[in-house]
């Protein structure tokens, strides 16, 4: 797949399928890559803030979903692997000693190993891949209307606009997501404190790793690690009450007093982590919440939810930027497959008198998009919850060391299923089978084989 390129250009432009994504974050940049790919669509990326955001962390992500996106080079520029080929170190949270690993699988290609970078150079090299002109920032979306010809999005100050499909990748908080379930985001009990600073600031810490470890406790993680461009990176997650979480916003500082609070936290922890601690002079806060996950990725054959959107909860596994990446490719697939390029099975055009003149079945592509994402993401929702039944076994021998060592030991899995999971794999299964789960195959009421 070549990147930056435009869209195929067949027929007038009012015949394109018109397509907004909600978001300019990880993902939402990441589809409008994918997406502004496929032939005779026109891509908008509407984006509430008024430039790319800040916030510094770091982020594991999915390789071979970039890989096909674009020149991977760009990235790998950008990454840091360190010793043990980018595998997580975990260490004992006292004594620094390593209790466990998590290496790549041994037929991983070298370029897809596991590796760590910060966000915004990462968010940069995605934007600079979106064709021209396509992002809004500025552009908040106050709400959507759907309606049978497509999706009308309002916004303040501004004209509305219709849309034949609507990629909702408007993050944990989502206002779209939120407009189907009327859930309530909630505080998990647990607060990250992330800061990035150069490299240089740690030189001089002579024992310092040169891989990415964490150092954990009873569900309280520190996570040290070098992460390319000569940066350095420290993400600490912590228990909080409600009462101290309610006190702090998502990406502010806390100034030298939240610092000392963490120093303090952790000077009975391996003193390396208080050494890097002594080097900075203030931490920013992420009160971590979350919300029950969609089951049902799309909504009126209109509406794809993708991302933190879909799936919101902060912090999970590490690996919701990398979920989010594969929502955009599968949902990428799943619309060139439905693009027929003739007269059959098209979506009603906004504006227009008449359904020959698009070429995609949408209905079809969401369905497609849907199956093929959401038993995936069913299976890591349910691990949240097994984690957290290993995580009490194991606190329970909080004060017999070896036993804590051997019970960690026994429940700690190297999740390989979802870290290396292959979506275009699990796509090329899913159209496969499609004439066993699929609506479309004698109607919608006649479903008697979903999966
Ligand atoms: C502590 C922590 C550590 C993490 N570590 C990792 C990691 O190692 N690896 C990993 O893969 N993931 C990690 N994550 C998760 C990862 O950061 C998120 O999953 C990812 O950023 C989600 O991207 P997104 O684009 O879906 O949402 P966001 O990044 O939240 O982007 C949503 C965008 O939508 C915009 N927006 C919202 N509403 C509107 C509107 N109405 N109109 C227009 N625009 C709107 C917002 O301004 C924002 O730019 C971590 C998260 C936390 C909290």
Same mark, same amino acid.
């Given at each position: ?243 101290? @979480? +309610?006190?702090?916003?998502? #990406?502010? &500082?806390?100034? *030298? =007093?939240?610092?000392? %609070?963490? !120093? ?126 290993? @995580? +009490?076994?194991?606190?329970? #021998?909080? &004060?017999?060391? *070896? =036993?804590?060592?051997? %019970?960690? !030991? ?42």
């Amino acid at each position: 797949m070549s990147s930056k390129s435009a869209p195929e250009e067949i027929g007038e432009s009012k015949n394109r399928l018109k397509i907004a994504i909600v978001g300019a974050g990880i993902v939402g940049a990441t589809a409008a890559i994918a997406l502004s790919d496929l032939p005779n669509v026109s891509v908008t990326v509407f984006e509430s803030s008024p430039g790319p955001q800040e916030t510094g962390a770091w982020i594991s992500l999915s390789l071979m979903v970039l890989d096909r996106l674009i020149n991977l080079e760009e990235v790998q520029r950008i990454l840091y692997r360190g010793d043990h080929e980018g595998t997580y170190i975990t260490r004992h949270w006292r004594t620094g000693q390593i209790i466990a690993t998590a290496p790549s699988s041994a037929h991983v290609l070298d370029k897809f190993k596991q590796a760590r970078t910060h966000r915004v150079p990462l968010h940069n090299v995605l934007l600079s891949n979106i064709p021209e002109g396509t992002i809004r920032f500025n552009h908040k979306v106050l709400d959507h209307h759907v309606t049978e010809a497509g999706v009308q999005l309002t916004f303040r100050d501004r004209p509305s606009e219709a849309f034949d499909l609507v990629v909702a990748a408007d993050g944990l908080y989502s206002k779209f997501r939120r407009r189907y379930t009327s859930d309530k985001v909630q505080y998990k009990g647990a607060v990250a404190y992330r800061k990035v600073f150069p490299e240089s600031q740690v030189a001089h810490i002579k024992s310092l790793h040169n891989d990415s470890s964490s150092w954990r406790k009873d569900g309280e993680v520190m996570f040290l690690s070098r992460l390319g461009l000569e940066q350095y990176g420290v993400v600490a997650i912590i228990r909080e009450t409600p009462e101290v @979480a +309610a006190k702090l916003h998502w #990406a502010k &500082n806390t100034g *030298a =007093e939240g610092l000392q %609070r963490l !120093q303090r936290h952790f000077a009975t922890w391996d003193p390396m982590i208080g050494q890097v601690l002594q080097t900075m002079t203030d931490i920013d806060a992420y009160p971590l919440d979350s919300a029950p996950w969609l089951e049902q990725l799309v909504r009126h054959d209109r509406i794809a939810f993708i991302g933190d959107a879909a799936h919101p909860t902060a912090g999970a596994f590490g690996v919701g930027a990398a979920l989010g990446q594969g929502d955009s490719w599968a949902l990428y697939r799943s619309l060139q497959q439905s693009y027929t390029g003739d007269d059959r099975n098209l979506t009603l055009p906004i504006g227009s008198q008449t359904a020959l003149e698009k070429h995609y079945n949408l209905r079809r592509a969401l369905e497609l998009y849907n199956e093929t994402r959401r038993h995936f993401l069913g299976r890591v929702w349910r691990q949240q919850g097994l984690d957290s039944v290993d @995580a +009490a076994y194991i606190a329970q #021998a909080a &004060n017999d060391e *070896a =036993e804590w060592i051997r %019970r960690f !030991q026994d429940r700690h899995k190297n999740q390989l299923w979802m870290t290396e999971y292959d979506v275009e794999a699990a796509f090329v299964e899913t159209l496969a089978s499609e004439a066993h789960w699929s609506k479309e195959v004698d109607g919608e009421d006649s479903v008697t084989a979903r999966l």
